[in-house]
């Protein structure tokens, strides 16, 4: 019996928040802490749906008009005609699926993911810069920051975090769950997921990482209440006092390697009884906080993106890169500069409960005054000690070339599009959403002369244990539009009749998808099935329009803030572009990305093309009087 469970997201194929290529069937999942309100409010959740096959199959065309060929979209035709004949393999996957939802929680499950976290799969995520520039400003600042995530967690450990909705719908509650003592345990085939606040004993301490030194720390008392953010200081002051030698093995840079050479490695490395007490201590922590040394010095305009690239893989083996644990759920990060943010690892939740628990932190560091007084010694936080054989040695310098050349290979732009936010699209009554998704539409074709499959994350946290469907963003509208809006030969009350259809198309798959009727993970839901059945995968799974209608070109996500934050993430095809945005009232914060190696694609240059296409997309709404629409 296996379900979904929304745990390895993209598998080369989509964003951090995707569909895989290659799934595993796993075991159905279970809510975290089933007890009191979160019960009663999970329970009265949806299931998951599994859409008609009839739908899905016709939106599955649609979706190719835009991306395929004429030829290859008669031949996909056939193909699905096909698949779907009465009696047909199509009928028989549809009803082993629809058994599958009747008798497990969320059919849907994502796993087996080889390539790096870093970059590939766990999004970085960044905070504007703090007001401080020198050591004891991080430590203050981390002090508070600890204590604010702590205070995140008596919500959680009490069940009171406010239910929140999406259209008025009330959505599942359970990520909130999972992202505090949780880690992702390597494999030598395949990782698993282990979350110790489920434990009889759940863990009372954070693991500090400083200077490539690990250390373990108490931030509850005795009586079970925190520590004071007096008290968490002074011990982060022993534990930099502890760790001020820097020419240390970066064992954490182990995380950092493809998932079967981390597997292998780890056997290896926790056959010593010291270091696999560490690596306990280091999996079973609440959290990971990262105590940064300096990263290269840029120009101020070019420090968020800077700050990003820290945040998504910490600059290479000579920066920050060692200076962490990629494996831990959450790791936040904090520099001497001011620069803060966090790097979290996918396979337990999506961002934007993350993004709500960061909001917290920052508005809860910014109340505080460091006014208490400790009330009494504390023991010294426990230095986790590694022995490094000369063949973990070896594999260190490894991990080392490759993470360098990850993070040479990426390049990293943030924008912050300051000439308006939401407000503007709203005004003229259009989802602030779709106009963006649209602008991003029109700046890609602008730079690559054609349509490509786009990926933005639709939540279906709507259903129980719900994570994400697919909003393929390229429709034939937006086709239309784009291939319209430069063309001299076109009125403007055209062209604005184009945009608003296209904004139109965007929001109605936006619909579907959080609803449940969106075709992405549907589609593979039918091939698991397949396989599962042990039939041979059927010809429109092996058919050329499949694979382009999964090679997302175009892997974005909105992930919104109350605190001008921004998530950002690494392309999820070699010649791709992650882009994730933040949409503010009055200005919106992008985070582009591009692999240096493609010849083709260029992050900065698709970051100014997307600012272009929203002056251009204002400019012709307001030159064009609405009365003649
Ligand atoms: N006229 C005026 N206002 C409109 C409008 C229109 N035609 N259409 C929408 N709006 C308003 C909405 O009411 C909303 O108002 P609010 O700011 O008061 O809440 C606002 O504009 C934003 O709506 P919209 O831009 O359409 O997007 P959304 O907030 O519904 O978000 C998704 C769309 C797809 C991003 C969201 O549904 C979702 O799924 N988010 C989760 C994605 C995710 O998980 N990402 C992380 C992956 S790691």
Redesign the pocket.
């Known amino acids: 019996m296996w379900s979904i469970c929304s745990k390895m997201?993209k598998v080369g194929m989509a964003?951090?928040?995707?569909l895989v290529k290659t799934c595993h069937l796993v075991k159905p999942i279970s809510a975290t802490r089933i007890t009191g309100r979160y019960l009663t409010h999970q329970k009265g959740l949806p299931s998951l749906p599994v859409p008609a096959l009839q739908q899905t199959l016709e939106r599955y065309i649609t979706a190719l008009e835009p991306i395929v060929e004429v030829e290859e979209l008669m031949n996909t035709k056939q193909l699905v005609s096909d698949f779907q004949k009465p009696g047909g393999v199509g009928e028989r996957l549809q009803k082993g699926l629809e058994r599958r939802a009747h008798n497990t929680e969320n059919w849907v499950a994502y796993l087996d993911y080889r390539l790096p976290v870093v970059i590939h799969s766990s999004?970085g995520l960044v905070l504007p810069r703090m007001n401080f520039n020198d050591k004891e400003g991080q430590t203050r600042f981390a002090a508070k920051l600890i204590a604010g995530v702590l205070d995140f967690k008596t919500m959680i450990d009490n069940e009171t975090i406010p239910v929140e909705y999406?259209?008025g719908k009330p959505l599942c509650m359970n990520q909130y769950y999972e992202v505090l003592s949780s880690c992702r345990l390597p494999g030598v085939r395949r990782d698993a997921v282990v979350n110790h606040a489920k434990s009889s004993s759940p863990p009372k301490h954070i693991t500090v990482v400083h200077n490539f030194q690990f250390f373990m720390l108490d931030v509850y008392n005795s009586d079970g209440t925190p520590l004071t953010v007096e008290q968490i200081y002074v011990q982060l002051e022993r534990i930099c006092s502890a760790s001020l030698k820097t020419n240390v093995e970066p064992v954490g840079i182990l995380t950092t390697q493809h998932r079967d050479i981390w597997g292998k490695t780890f056997v290896n490395l926790i056959k010593d009884r010291t270091n696999k007490e560490s690596v306990l201590a280091i999996q079973r922590s609440i959290f990971t906080l990262c105590l940064d040394g300096p990263m290269p010095e840029v120009a101020e305009d070019g420090y968020r993106s800077c700050a990003a690239a820290q945040m998504l893989h910490g600059g290479g083996s000579l920066w920050n890169s060692g200076n962490r644990w990629f494996d831990k759920t959450l790791q936040f990060i904090i520099g001497e500069d001011g620069t803060c943010g966090a790097n979290y690892e996918?396979a337990p939740?999506?961002?934007?409960p993350?993004v709500a628990l960061i909001d917290h932190v920052v508005e809860y560091t910014r109340k505080l005054e460091m006014i208490q007084s400790s009330t009494g010694p504390l023991p010294m936080p426990k230095k986790l000690h590694f022995n490094i054989t000369p063949e973990i040695k070896k594999d260190i310098e490894e991990a080392k070339q490759s993470m360098d050349v990850l993070a040479d290979d990426l390049l990293m732009r943030v924008i912050v599009f300051n000439q308006f936010g939401?407000n503007f699209?709203?005004?003229?009554?259009?989802?602030?959403?779709?106009?963006?998704q649209v602008a991003l539409q029109l700046a890609y074709y602008r730079m690559h002369q054609h349509c490509c499959a786009t990926y933005?994350?639709?939540?279906?946290?709507m259903f129980r244990l719900g994570?994400?469907d697919t909003?393929r963003s390229t429709s034939s509208a937006s086709a239309a539009f784009v291939k319209s809006f430069d063309d001299p030969d076109k009125q403007n009350t055209e062209k604005v009749d184009l945009m608003e259809k296209a904004?139109?198309a965007h929001?109605s798959y936006?619909n579907l998808?959080?609803s449940g009727q969106a075709i992405d993970r549907h589609i593979l839901g039918l091939k698991m099935q397949a396989a599962e059945e042990k039939i041979s995968i059927p010809d429109v799974f092996k058919d050329p329009s499949y694979a382009k209608a999964l090679h997302f070109r175009l892997s974005t996500?909105?992930?919104?803030s109350k605190t001008d934050c921004l998530?950002c993430?690494g392309p999820v095809v070699p010649n791709g572009y992650g882009v994730?945005y933040n949409?503010m009232?009055d200005h919106i914060n992008f985070a582009v990305s591009s692999f240096n190696g493609c010849k083709e694609t260029n992050a900065a240059g698709l970051a100014q093309a997307v600012e272009s296409a929203l002056l251009d997309m204002r400019t012709l709404l307001e030159q064009t009087p609405r009365a003649k629409l």
């Open positions: 997201v964003k951090p928040c995707g999004p999406l259209g996918h939740a999506e961002g934007p993350i939401k699209a709203k005004a003229h009554k259009m989802s602030p959403d779709a106009f963006i933005e994350s639709a939540s279906l946290r994570r994400t909003i904004v139109k929001r936006t998808a959080i996500s909105q992930v919104p998530m993430f994730c949409p009232d």
